[in-house]
């Protein structure tokens, strides 16, 4: 598992605020809108559509949240017009990172993206400095405690389900697939388990070792910032963190 992955991951468990929880409610409602503008408002013909409200039902946005957020999309409510961006760029410890944007003033946001990074040690690069350590896969991250199985037997039954790859790094199992069999095989196993996360990413075709504590911690407050950002849907990083260090961070 990436070591942003896992970062990700933990600070997912750790109770939301009422400030994070309208933010992830703002992201969502975004992307929410994004897709039924692409692929209309029937969840049922849209598989974007369908992943997001059902990433917003599990943070439990309400239903008349994600119903006026259907209707932005399709036209039937007025809205600002959303323009989705990719910025790229670096971390401290020449790390990678890549950012999925949804912004509806894009010189805006590209002014606070490149102070956040500058701010925290990083630089905001040009189109297609980093994207090509990256790669548009499906991931559903799932918590061992929740399998009612053996470990292998949860993982056969991935890999027939049509997953390309399951790892495992201590209580966390990751899934990976690509972006076509994604739902196909997220419906098979919530048949199983009930996953801690599902979403189409970038995953990185490799990592970079942070070793150094202080240069772990500089790259961790980054992301951290460029995620609390509300214009930024999404950050995808190709670092990894020894655990004896990520658990003094933690």
Request: hydrophobic share 40%.
């Amino acid at each position: 598992m990436s070591g942003h992955s896992k970062w990700s991951t933990i600070k997912h468990k750790k109770a939301r605020t009422d400030e994070k929880k309208g933010k992830e409610y703002t992201k969502l409602a975004k992307e929410i809108i994004i897709a039924a503008r692409a692929g209309g408002g029937d969840p049922e013909a849209n598989s974007k559509l369908k992943l997001a409200i059902q990433n917003a039902k599990a943070i439990n946005m309400p239903n008349e949240n994600i119903a006026r957020a259907i209707k932005r999309g399709t036209g039937e409510v007025e809205s600002e017009a959303i323009e989705e961006l990719v910025y790229e760029g670096y971390a401290p410890g020449g790390v990678a990172v890549m950012l999925a944007i949804a912004t509806d003033n894009r010189n805006r946001t590209a002014s606070d993206i490149r102070h956040l990074f500058a701010k925290n040690g990083g630089n905001l690069g040009e189109t297609g400095c980093v994207s090509y350590l990256f790669e548009r896969k499906g991931l559903l991250t799932i918590n061992r405690d929740k399998l009612p199985m053996d470990v292998d037997e949860f993982m056969l039954q991935a890999i027939e389900a049509g997953a390309d790859d399951v790892r495992e790094d201590d209580d966390i199992i990751e899934v990976v697939t690509t972006p076509e069999n994604f739902m196909a095989v997220k419906e098979n196993l919530e048949a199983t388990a009930d996953p801690d996360g599902a979403e189409i990413v970038m995953l990185p075709g490799n990592t970079v070792e942070i070793k150094d504590e202080a240069v772990a911690a500089k790259v961790l407050k980054l992301i951290d910032v460029l995620e609390d950002h509300d214009d930024v849907q999404h950050v995808y990083a190709n670092f990894s963190i020894p655990e004896e260090i990520m658990e003094k961070l933690l």
